[in-house]
């Protein structure tokens, strides 16, 4: 298992405005941010998860680990999860291309996602 970082937040999630807004439309979903970054500049980013075959929102009681990812969008290459779902259907797995994504939030929790790629748009 290898941990690439991807995207770091441009805000502290510990200084986040409102919860997160999570949207689901066809296969992609959506995390919307808007909160305060180190100079308490307000931010506002969108991270969209596209193409997602898994997801799986861990409470940060409950997190084992962070892998990384506190305010950050990283890559688990090679993870067990992915490795176990090889495993259940390789044919799809092969078309599909799947990598595994994670994002840890302060005070809400690790978000998981198996997914063919995913975008931020940062607004002004």
């Not at 991807?6 to 439309?25: D, K, V």
């Not at 970054?37 to 307000?42: C, I, Q």
């Not at 009681?61 to 290459?77: H, P």
């Amino acid at each position: 298992m290898e941990i690439v970082k991807l995207y770091e937040l441009p805000m502290l999630t510990s200084n986040l405005y409102q919860e997160p807004s999570i949207t689901i439309h066809n296969m992609n979903i959506a995390i919307e941010l808007m909160g305060g970054d180190v100079d308490n500049k307000n931010k506002r980013v969108k991270l969209i998860f596209k193409n997602v075959l898994c997801h799986m929102h861990t409470s940060e009681r409950f997190t084992k680990k962070m892998l990384n990812a506190y305010d950050t969008v990283v890559e688990i290459k090679n993870s067990y999860w992915l490795k176990e779902l090889k495993k259940l259907n390789e044919r799809d797995f092969q078309f599909w291309f799947p990598r595994h994504f994670a994002v840890y939030l302060d005070g809400i929790g690790m978000y998981q996602f198996i997914a063919k790629n995913y975008e931020v748009i940062e607004y002004e």
